[in-house]
């Protein structure tokens, strides 16, 4: 029986529950089971940091087997940036250590009345105090934790951020963040600090020797893919490169531009020359984190689990600032206070916009003047954001709040869809990834539908990155692909962006570990996925989102890029892309599932929420 443990931080009342087999066989896992708990228990309106709101942490149904790169960890809750549903992945061996402990999901319910941190071991509870942690950062309440409970056990914590309600502070295992959305500050909303697991590692598969027959298809799978050994060498900072300034997708001055002087300093070679190790998730052979340390310069001797590709532009191209020693810094900072860096960054080149235009002046940043290609004002930001002082304390509410509490028509300037700050690839030089951002449920999010077919990828077709329209149906392809392996918690490294593994095995996989024919045809993971992201959209609209609010910043539509590979650039028919994708997903013009598509999804129970909001 596959079981989820509920924890009420208000009274102390912990349980243990069945999954029932009708949920666990219509919504397989992962992310499946996340959104199915959430929407079901979660009213409409709640605040999304008040105590009825939930925090969902899941493992996929594969966790903790030798089968690869599927052990990630998923926070799912209503977000405090955006007040949407949101859902950030984390890596490293968390999502293992659940699985083993017997749990696919917790769900955090109600506040504690002070700080605690939960401990779960070999099938024991325990709400301990937390009041020696409280005020940590990520790295010093891990070391804690490690030296409570030993080096076995495995941990996620929130840092200094999220306690002072940065509304985009993330959750951090080991040296990985679910990062997005403001997860964190919902723990912290809660009062839970940190969350320990100690358990032995178990594998319980229904049938095992097929089990490891299909591992080590994958094994072989993963040494012939094209893509792995660069993957696996280099990790993620190859995208500085390609797409970066290869197809002018690298964002610079706040979305203005694409061109970065020295950018080349910015090569994932560059990062390979100082990398120091190669680190990987819970049973991955791709090992994509790189630990680097900067070897000379004003930052020499700083090290850091990082930065991935998106931290290098969100320290790099919001401040046009070149400076690699700064990236690995600024990733340091961010890893300590517990902040996503994706929001950081946009925040932070929000600001310098601001100062270029006089909105603000040194008056609002206490003498600092934010001049482009300094990196030293970018790293005090990062200090006032985290602690929340100074101009940090407007830039921690995320650029859509702070616009409007700024005014001085600042609101053109905040780069964000419906309130998440928008990661580092540019929407007019990657048009589908860029409409993705428009429409996707959790807004501006990169993970959750690549738009790989812009780079090459065959399925289900190539696309010209530049043509203003015949993206809509691709679009949806691929957020119903990451929906469907997101169902076990499937990495998208692999999946979406090396081709690596399919549905096809996955669905092999899952017969052979829970023993449910079902799952074994990739049309109904294909379907599921579908489902599962119509309940999120479901969730949404409930909350009061529609068509108004698949929208990109004015900037996209009305501005040209200036310079770099994609000179003159602009998103030129956003509606019909988002015509042909409402078309494609079967919602009428406003957005809406239609009755037929929820039927379709075997969704009708929920027509009765979103019926009045229909056109
Ligand atoms: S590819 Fe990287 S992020 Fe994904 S599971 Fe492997 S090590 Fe973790």
């Not at 940190?194 to 072989?220: G, T």
């Not at 999946?495 to 074994?520: C, H, Q, R, T």
């Not at 599921?528 to 119509?534: I, L, R």
């Not at 310079?563 to 509606?575: L, N, T, Y």
């Amino acid at each position: 029986m596959r079981r989820l443990l509920r924890v009420n931080l208000s009274n102390g009342a912990i349980k243990e529950e069945d999954i029932p087999k009708k949920i666990a066989t219509d919504y397989v896992g992962g992310r499946g089971f996340c959104i199915k708990y959430l929407y079901d228990e979660v009213p409409v309106n709640t605040d999304p940091l008040g105590k009825q709101n939930k925090l969902l942490i899941g493992t996929g149904p594969l966790a903790g087997t030798s089968a690869q790169s599927l052990s990630k960890w998923v926070v799912v809750t209503k977000s405090p940036l955006t007040n949407t549903f949101t859902r950030s992945y984390g890596g490293g061996d968390f999502g293992a250590w659940l699985k083993w402990a017997g749990f696919e999901l917790v769900i955090f319910e109600g506040k504690s009345a002070k700080p605690v941190y939960f401990h779960i071991k070999n099938g024991k509870f325990e709400i301990h105090d937390a009041s020696a942690i409280w005020g940590k950062t990520t790295n010093q309440t891990q070391e804690y934790l490690e030296k409570q409970h030993g080096a076995k056990a495995r941990t996620i914590c929130i840092g200094p951020a999220a306690e002072k309600m940065v509304r985009y502070a993330g959750i951090f295992s080991g040296r990985r963040a679910a990062g997005r959305g403001g997860t964190g500050t919902v723990m912290a909303s809660k009062n839970l600090k940190a969350v320990v697991i100690e358990a032995e590692r178990k594998e319980e598969l229904a049938d095992p020797s097929e089990f490891n027959k299909l591992v080590k298809q994958q094994v072989k799978g993963y040494k012939e893919g094209l893509g792995f050994g660069p993957f696996r060498d280099y990790g993620t900072p190859m995208g500085v490169d390609i797409p970066g300034f290869s197809m002018g997708s690298f964002p610079v001055r706040n979305f203005r531009s694409n061109d970065l002087e020295g950018w080349e300093k910015l090569s994932f070679l560059q990062y390979a020359a100082i990398t120091q190790k190669h680190s990987g998730c819970y049973s991955c052979m791709l090992k994509c984190g790189k630990t680097h340390t900067v070897m000379d310069g004003p930052y020499a001797g700083v090290t850091s689990e990082g930065p991935q590709y998106e931290t290098i532009w969100a320290f790099t191209g919001p401040a046009a600032c070149a400076d690699l020693g700064a990236t690995v810094m600024a990733d340091r900072m961010c890893y300590d206070l517990g902040l996503d860096t994706i929001s950081t960054g946009n925040a932070i080149g929000f600001a310098y916009e601001l100062f270029e235009k006089g909105i603000l002046t040194t008056k609002d940043t206490e003498g600092m003047i934010l001049k482009y290609g300094d990196p030293e004002p970018m790293l005090k930001l990062i200090e006032l954001i985290g602690n929340r002082k100074g101009i940090g304390n407007i830039l921690a509410e995320g650029v859509k709040r702070a616009a409007e509490r700024i005014g001085k028509g600042s609101k053109e300037y905040a780069m964000h869809v419906k309130g998440l700050e928008m990661p580092g690839y540019e929407p007019r030089a990657l048009k589908a990834l860029g409409m993705h951002y428009a429409l996707s449920n959790v807004g501006a999010n990169h993970c959750n539908g690549y738009a790989q077919q812009e780079i090459g990828y065959p399925k289900p077709r190539v696309l010209d990155a530049a043509a203003d329209d015949g993206k809509g149906d691709v679009i949806k392809y691929n957020q119903d692909y990451v929906a469907a392996i997101e169902l076990v918690n499937a990495c998208t490294f692999p999946a979406s962006n090396l081709d690596l593994y399919g549905l096809e095995l996955i669905g092999n996989m899952l017969i052979a570990a829970v023993g449910e024919p079902k799952f074994g045809s990739a049309d109904y993971l294909w379907h599921v996925g579908e489902k599962v992201y119509n309940l999120e959209r479901c969730f949404n609209i409930r909350e009061g989102f529609s068509r108004k609010d698949d929208t990109l910043p004015k900037r996209m539509y009305t501005e040209p890029l200036q310079g770099g590979m994609r000179d003159g650039e602009i998103i030129r028919k956003p509606d019909v892309i988002i015509d042909e994708y409402y078309e494609a997903r079967g919602w009428d013009k406003n957005g809406m599932p239609t009755k037929a598509t929820l039927k379709r999804l075997g969704l009708e129970q929920v027509d009765k929420d979103i019926t009045k909001f229909r056109r």
